[in-house]
């Protein structure tokens, strides 16, 4: 079996919170070999001279959008491709697809697809409630059995509390965690943009931060009543990190960020239009200090994306028209290189372990992760220092809605394997 050798990196130990220089060997779908000088005139050659190399990038995060379209399921393979060029191997999807991931089939057929397509490791997660629509819980034990790894009615919170702690005894039940979209719809209602200065200047009408705040609370309560595992996505305000900071050592709980809501804040509004639309909105400065400071002392130990693409037309409109949403999965990490790295707030491996294996014990899959002779060969490395210009007319991702366009960032995946497969060589997509 072809073997490939990756030499003269630097390796990201994420689980021994090093880094070490060393080569790595790959045979069929696993690490071999973790050595120094490894030689073996019969493998394919990487050098990784000046790179980075640590586990697959994961990314508990991503929507889908449709599961099917008239090309017969371009838009699987756009997103898989983007999600590779991003140095993912293992991404999440949300369930609000089309159709939703609310019944076993479904569930089933997304997984099938995937495999099919061969890419990236495709986990769903399945929806709370049937359709997402907050009034009927959907079978959560025949949605594990399909293959969900999580639940969430993303895009919607529960807004039954009732429901949610009945679905969350179930969850403990069947030992799932629950990814929770934080957002009271009586208090956010048709809110636009975060409520601060500059919806009141442009007559936008706000979402406050107690939207999230109050559900988050609700939660945590429920959460740690229940006893069941509960993860807070795209967190966005300082009382959140607070309120988190207050549970983590009593409840069973964890959570993430995205990358736009540590980079910007609502005055991207000003310059970015419909393109710096997203739920929850850019908050501001004071927001953005506290979500690192939760990240830099644990509170947030995840970093995810909510990618979420758009085709064409649903930015294109007035900006209360426009869809909510930020395409940002091929630049995820570059991202997280400027607003942490480059900050002072993290390190490399600090950096990496909340993209690779924090998250897969938030899933329940601790055995993932990171690098260790034995383990799949799923690796990404990255040059973290050559800077290019992100470009969206170059995405992948069908959804170029990107507040990022012609930023100038570093730390980009050049290479993305998976399961022993080179799939992404020089920042170029290989055919599996
Ligand atoms: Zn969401």
Redesign the pocket.
């Known amino acids: 079996m072809k073997r490939i050798l990756i030499k003269r990196g630097t390796l990201v130990l994420v689980d021994k919170g090093v880094l070490a220089d060393r080569d790595l060997l790959i045979e069929g779908n696993r690490i071999v070999r973790i050595d120094r000088g490894i030689q073996d005139p019969q493998a394919y050659v990487i050098d990784a001279s000046g790179f980075l190399v640590g586990p697959g990038l994961v990314n508990m995060?991503v929507h889908f959008r449709e599961l099917e379209n008239s090309a017969g399921g371009d838009g699987l393979l756009a997103e898989m491709r983007a999600a590779l060029k991003g140095g993912f191997t293992t991404i999440v999807v949300?369930p609000n697809t089309n159709p939703p991931l609310d019944e076993p089939l479904v569930v089933r057929y997304l997984g099938y697809r995937c495999r099919e397509i061969g890419l990236v490791n495709v986990y769903p997660a399945g929806a709370i409630t049937r359709g997402l629509e907050g009034q009927k819980m959907s079978e959560i034990g025949l949605l594990k059995q399909a293959g969900a790894v999580a639940f969430s009615d993303?895009?919607k919170s529960v807004m039954d509390s009732h429901l949610l702690y009945l679905a969350l005894m179930y969850a403990k039940y069947f030992d799932v965690p629950f990814i929770l979209?934080e957002e009271d719809i009586s208090v956010s209602g048709e809110g636009q943009i975060h409520e601060g200065a500059v919806a009141f200047r442009r007559g936008l009408k706000g979402i406050p931060r107690v939207a999230e705040d109050s559900l988050i609370a609700r939660d945590l309560v429920i959460g740690y009543y229940t006893g069941a595992r509960v993860h807070f996505?795209?967190v966005s305000t300082y009382f959140a990190v607070e309120l988190l900071r207050w549970f983590r050592d009593k409840a069973l709980i964890s959570a993430d960020v995205t990358p736009h809501h540590l980079l910007l804040t609502e005055e991207a509004v000003d310059r970015e239009g419909v393109f710096a639309k997203v739920?929850p909105p850019l908050r501001e400065k004071r927001d953005v200090e506290a979500l690192k400071e939760g990240i830099r002392d644990g509170v947030i130990t995840v970093l995810a994306s909510?990618h979420a693409p758009h085709k064409g037309k649903s930015k294109e409109m007035v900006f209360s028209e426009a869809a909510f949403g930020i395409s940002n999965l091929e630049i995820a990490f570059p991202l997280y290189v400027k607003a942490l790295v480059d900050e002072g707030v993290l390190d490399w491996v600090g950096l990496w372990k909340r993209m690779s294996l924090n998250p897969m014990q938030v899933l329940g899959m601790p055995e993932k992760g990171f690098l260790a002779e034995g383990a799949e060969a799923d690796v990404t490395v990255v040059d973290p220092e050559t800077e290019w210009e992100v470009n969206i007319e170059n995405f992948e991702s069908q959804g170029r809605n990107c507040p990022f366009n012609g930023w100038s960032l570093r730390g980009w995946p050049v290479y993305t394997i998976v399961g022993g497969k080179i799939l992404m060589r020089e920042r170029s997509i290989l055919e599996p």
């Open positions: 995060h949300m993303d895009g979209h996505t795209h739920k909510d």
